[in-house]
């Protein structure tokens, strides 16, 4: 099926088509995650945050990349245990580029990676033993850690690895937080359960058990960086702004962040949280426990980076609402030459997104501000509340996919015949072999910052060199 025109009738119909490629049993399931979007709809009408169908390939990441992978490994002063064989670590090594401020090996050790090497006996036997030996061994050749996690892989949860023990025992012989994390691949059903079970672990090991650093005095305008991962340098992009508007940002993680920032954040004033997904759970904590509100803000694209400055700056005091009006007004001028510039080459142009955390939605706007339509979204692991937050960013008639297979996102690209793809890296070369632009959207393609202002203008350069690069004149897409 081709369509001449993405009417909300036409995209039904193509979901109908697609599903019939299914056994009925299929059918029915993957009906329930995919949808379009009605006028005046709360929410996306997709069910969210349910297995997937074993043997349709899925393009999730499981729990242990979720601790890892986002929420733990960026921070860059602690050393991170991949906690059983060492594919998984291997895997995890490196690939989100979270840029980080230190000299590795000395004092960071974001790009570094830690296994316990998992052999045949020690499944049989058990690891704990090994998990001493290797404690030891990393404050032995690195003294300036000031701290480790325990990253567990599957086999930890089968064979019933004690490693709390082990973090309670070594933690109190090297005077540092050891911080097990039960994060095992095979539970729950995505990478999500990985964000959850991460938080709780900041929660109890270091909040529970630790305190903030002697010396640290309070201001009234002191923030936190919840949910930015430095990809690319976002999170120094996002702090720029919210220091120049008078803010005082005392921690930031995972991206470029340490311990003492985890123990300092209980003291802030509002905690900021740009991935929702990722860090709600510890937000939600933290505003019952402490009493310190929360709020999810969104920095790509100007229009959106204007509207969180605003909300913002409306929990602070009147000097810092008029810095963010004057911080506002002062990239005007660079935001109306990055539009006009890349939006006569961009205007018109149709999008389907698909990537995990926050940005099948965040996103959005920055598209719109350069004249962009969104065709097409979706999630990865979402949950329904996320679902309920994105109505918000797209428009009637825009197709929605949870959890959607290769399969059906590449009969969707067939049909709807989108301008570019954004999506990640295991679908990105199979987009180009069918002759369409792409960007890979979980870690900016090698390039970044995407957020706040000067990250727009990078986000739109690369834009208009994955669409207008000459290179799609001499390929011919199949269909």
């Known amino acids: 099926m081709s369509l001449s025109e993405n009417t909300t009738v036409d995209v039904k119909n193509l979901v109908n088509e697609v599903l019939e490629a299914y056994p009925e049993k299929s059918r029915k399931r993957r009906a329930k995650h995919l949808n379009v979007l009605e006028a005046e709809a709360k929410d996306c009408g997709v069910k969210s945050n349910v297995k997937s169908i074993p043997g349709v390939m899925t393009i999730r990441g499981c729990a242990y990349a979720g601790s890892k992978g986002v929420v733990w490994g960026p921070i860059k002063d ?3 245990i991949s906690h059983g064989p060492v594919g998984c670590g291997y895997y995890s090594w490196s690939g989100r580029r979270n840029y980080y401020i230190g000299d590795t090996g000395v004092d960071s050790w974001g790009t570094m990676h830690f296994t316990s090497d998992f052999q045949e006996k020690d499944i049989v036997f058990g690891g704990d033993k090994k998990l001493h030996k290797v404690i030891e061994e990393i404050n032995e050749l690195f003294p300036l850690v000031n701290g480790i996690s325990i990253q567990s892989e599957c086999p930890i949860g089968l064979i ?17 937080p050891v911080i097990p994390v039960r994060c095992e691949g095979f539970r729950g059903v995505s ?7 991460a938080n709780d672990a900041i929660r109890d090991w270091v909040f529970e058990k630790t305190e ?17 991962y430095n990809i690319g340098g976002d999170a120094w992009s996002s702090r720029i702004l919210l220091e120049e508007i008078g803010l005082r940002v005392i921690a930031q993680w995972s991206g470029d962040g340490t311990m003492a920032e985890l123990e300092n954040t209980p003291k802030a004033k509002v905690n900021l949280i740009h991935c929702y997904r990722s860090m709600n759970y510890i937000a939600r904590h933290m505003e019952e426990k402490y009493n310190i509100p929360w709020m999810e803000y969104n920095f790509f694209g100007p229009s959106q980076i204007a509207e969180s400055l605003r909300k913002i700056a409306a929990l602070f005091d009147d000097k810092i609402k008029e810095n963010a009006e004057k911080v506002i007004a002062r990239y005007q001028p660079m935001v109306d030459a990055v539009i006009a510039k890349y939006k006569p080459r ?5 999008v389907m997104i698909y990537v995990g955390g926050l940005r099948p939605r965040h996103v959005v706007d920055a598209y719109h501000d350069l004249g962009m339509e969104i065709i097409g979204t979706g999630y990865e692991f979402a949950h329904n509340d996320d679902y309920q937050r994105t109505p918000h960013y797209v428009k009637e008639g825009t197709l929605i996919y949870d959890d959607v297979t290769a399969f059906e996102l590449e009969k969707f690209v067939e049909a709807m015949r989108p301008d570019l793809v954004a999506s990640g890296i295991k679908e990105k070369y199979v987009f180009q072999k069918m002759g369409l632009p792409f960007r890979q959207m979980h870690s900016w393609d090698y390039s ?3 957020h706040g202002y000067d990250g727009f203008a990078i986000f739109a350069r690369d834009m208009d060199l994955a669409i207008n690069n000459p290179v799609w004149g001499v390929m011919k897409a199949p269909f």
């Open 78 to 80: 602690m050393i991170h």
């Open 160 to 176: 019933g690895d004690d490693i709390e023990a082990v973090a309670r025992a070594k933690s109190a012989e090297i005077g540092k």
């Open 191 to 197: 990478q999500s359960l990985g964000h959850h079970i």
């Open 212 to 228: 903030p650093k002697a010396g640290f005095v309070s201001t009234p305008y002191d923030v936190t960086i919840i949910g930015d």
């Open 346 to 350: 961009l205007d018109g142009k149709k």
């Open 448 to 450: 970044g910052p995407y």
